[in-house]
């Protein structure tokens, strides 16, 4: 299934402009979207032409610096020499901007979340759809190399996640207590504010859809919301937990995404990910086709805009049995492959970043421009990231398991293997 079910029967996407960058109108002129427009800098496939904020007065100093106009959202919204409305905006009020620039004839660039609750979601995606516009929603995960690699990895060795895992522990040094973020009615609570990246992560590799959640949340005393979250998603046979926990320091941050294969092992440090170690215990054409894959230009492709990009490949003899098993399955054991994959280590983090989001800017602009392409992260896997969440932010209210109803179902793994945007 696609992530737009009618591909390039809608409005022509260039109009008249064939060759010309996507123009753009930023609506959110706060941190992440002041960061937006340092990104598009270096991305000469989008410029930014308008920017607007409620708060017209930082709206209009970042207008400013960025050589755009400054003009009221709803001017933003419909603005003639505009093509896509970039929402950079608080979570609740994603849904009804994204919805009005569709309905001006606009293509998104949406902040995640897509939206605040799965029934918003719903409709955004449902718009998109109906009208033929491109929604990218910006999880940056999906267009990280690091975690692309590792999909690679698994999909060209028949690997299944037996278990995922995401510890969060990261910084609440800048979310003083009256930020909107501790506000749930503004940004929808942990699992739907920050959450939604990592139940999205999480479906780059487990390929069985969700099906139920099991939650607990807590506080420090007298917070407004929960601080300190956990979930678990029930996907088929696998498991995936994912604690996020807005408590630290910013120089005591540490993140962990694990994915379990039984005979194999990805550990991903870093909330962006810069760098990852495979574990695989293989027989000798297992170890072939990975040794190939390292050297193939697919893999080697994915990181190929960022200087710090490596990966290398150690091989040791296990002593013992050829063959193993785990959860009743027989595989072959005789090697054992360290892979370690660098975007430059923690150092490289804000590049990474910039590179991430600078490609989603890419995809939006090559989804417009080229028939029939599909954003690497559209609406329907970022609806059922929202429907996850909001799952989980209920599992964790009712204190009992709370079913996953049924949301579009993601591209499959391999759709996301062949996708074009690269950094
Ligand atoms: N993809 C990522 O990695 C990433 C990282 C950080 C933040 N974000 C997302 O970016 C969004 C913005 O976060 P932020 O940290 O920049 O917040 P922020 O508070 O710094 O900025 C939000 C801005 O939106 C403006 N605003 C509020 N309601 C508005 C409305 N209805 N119309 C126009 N402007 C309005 C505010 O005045 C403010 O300037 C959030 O959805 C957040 O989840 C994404």
Redesign the pocket.
Not at 120 to 125: D, G, M, N, P, V
Not at 180 to 191: K, L, N, R, T, V
């Given at each position: 299934m696609s992530d737009r079910s009618t591909p390039g029967s809608g409005p022509p996407r260039r109009g008249d402009r064939p060759g010309a960058p996507t123009r753009l109108a930023l609506?959110?002129?706060?941190?992440?979207?002041?960061?937006i427009l340092d990104v598009t800098r270096n991305v000469p496939q989008v410029a930014p032409v308008v920017v607007?904020?409620?708060?017209s007065e930082?709206?209009a100093r970042l207008a400013a610096d960025a050589g755009c106009r400054a003009t009221t959202?709803e001017e933003a919204l419909v603005a003639a020499d505009v093509d896509a409305v970039v929402?950079?905006?608080?979570?609740h009020?994603?849904a009804?901007?994204a919805q009005a620039a569709l309905r001006a004839g606009k293509d998104v660039f949406c902040?995640?979340?897509l939206a605040a609750t799965p029934g918003e979601a719903a409709q955004t995606r449902a718009l998109a759809e109906s009208l033929d516009r491109v929604v990218v929603v910006?999880?940056?995960m999906r267009y990280n190399p690091l975690l692309r690699a590792i999909q690679t990895v698994q999909h060209h060795l028949g690997l299944e996640p037996v278990r995922f895992l995401f510890e969060n522990d990261a910084a609440d040094e800048s979310l003083p207590r009256d930020?909107?973020?501790w506000d749930e009615a503004s940004?929808g609570g942990i699992f739907v504010?920050?959450g939604v990246?990592f139940f999205d992560a999480a479906t780059m590799f487990v390929t069985e859809p969700a099906t139920s959640v099991t939650a607990v949340s807590t506080s420090r005393q007298g917070w407004p919301s929960p601080d300190l979250v956990t979930a678990t998603v029930t996907h088929g046979d696998c498991l995936a937990t994912h604690t996020h926990s807005f408590t630290h320091a910013h120089r005591c941050e540490r993140q962990l995404m694990r994915i379990d294969y039984g005979s194999a092992e990805a550990r991903i440090a870093g909330w962006?990910p810069v760098e990852a170690v495979l574990d695989l215990h293989v027989d000798p054409a297992g170890e072939s086709a990975v040794r190939a894959l390292v050297a193939s230009p697919e893999l080697a492709g994915l990181g190929r805009g960022l200087d710090g990009w490596h990966v290398g490949v150690q091989a040791d003899d296990v002593a013992g049995d050829a063959e193993a098993m785990g959860r009743g399955r027989h595989f072959g054991a005789s090697r054992r492959l360290t892979v370690t994959l660098s975007l430059g280590g923690e150092a490289a983090k804000q590049t990474v970043?910039a590179a991430?989001?600078a490609a989603a800017l890419r995809d939006l602009h090559g989804c417009r421009t080229e028939p029939g392409r599909q954003p690497l992260s559209g609406p329907r896997t970022a609806e059922a990231a929202v429907v996850v969440a909001d799952c989980a932010t209920r599992a964790a209210a009712l204190r009992r398991a709370v079913a996953v109803p049924t949301a579009p179902r993601p591209r499959p793994l391999v759709d996301h293997l062949s996708a074009k945007e690269t950094l």
């Amino acid at each position: 299934m696609s992530d737009r079910s009618t591909p390039g029967s809608g409005p022509p996407r260039r109009g008249d402009r064939p060759g010309a960058p996507t123009r753009l109108a930023l609506v959110g002129a706060g941190r992440f979207g002041r960061f937006i427009l340092d990104v598009t800098r270096n991305v000469p496939q989008v410029a930014p032409v308008v920017v607007a904020d409620i708060a017209s007065e930082q709206g209009a100093r970042l207008a400013a610096d960025a050589g755009c106009r400054a003009t009221t959202v709803e001017e933003a919204l419909v603005a003639a020499d505009v093509d896509a409305v970039v929402i950079a905006t608080p979570p609740h009020t994603h849904a009804e901007l994204a919805q009005a620039a569709l309905r001006a004839g606009k293509d998104v660039f949406c902040e995640k979340p897509l939206a605040a609750t799965p029934g918003e979601a719903a409709q955004t995606r449902a718009l998109a759809e109906s009208l033929d516009r491109v929604v990218v929603v910006d999880h940056v995960m999906r267009y990280n190399p690091l975690l692309r690699a590792i999909q690679t990895v698994q999909h060209h060795l028949g690997l299944e996640p037996v278990r995922f895992l995401f510890e969060n522990d990261a910084a609440d040094e800048s979310l003083p207590r009256d930020h909107w973020f501790w506000d749930e009615a503004s940004s929808g609570g942990i699992f739907v504010e920050h959450g939604v990246h990592f139940f999205d992560a999480a479906t780059m590799f487990v390929t069985e859809p969700a099906t139920s959640v099991t939650a607990v949340s807590t506080s420090r005393q007298g917070w407004p919301s929960p601080d300190l979250v956990t979930a678990t998603v029930t996907h088929g046979d696998c498991l995936a937990t994912h604690t996020h926990s807005f408590t630290h320091a910013h120089r005591c941050e540490r993140q962990l995404m694990r994915i379990d294969y039984g005979s194999a092992e990805a550990r991903i440090a870093g909330w962006i990910p810069v760098e990852a170690v495979l574990d695989l215990h293989v027989d000798p054409a297992g170890e072939s086709a990975v040794r190939a894959l390292v050297a193939s230009p697919e893999l080697a492709g994915l990181g190929r805009g960022l200087d710090g990009w490596h990966v290398g490949v150690q091989a040791d003899d296990v002593a013992g049995d050829a063959e193993a098993m785990g959860r009743g399955r027989h595989f072959g054991a005789s090697r054992r492959l360290t892979v370690t994959l660098s975007l430059g280590g923690e150092a490289a983090k804000q590049t990474v970043y910039a590179a991430c989001v600078a490609a989603a800017l890419r995809d939006l602009h090559g989804c417009r421009t080229e028939p029939g392409r599909q954003p690497l992260s559209g609406p329907r896997t970022a609806e059922a990231a929202v429907v996850v969440a909001d799952c989980a932010t209920r599992a964790a209210a009712l204190r009992r398991a709370v079913a996953v109803p049924t949301a579009p179902r993601p591209r499959p793994l391999v759709d996301h293997l062949s996708a074009k945007e690269t950094l």
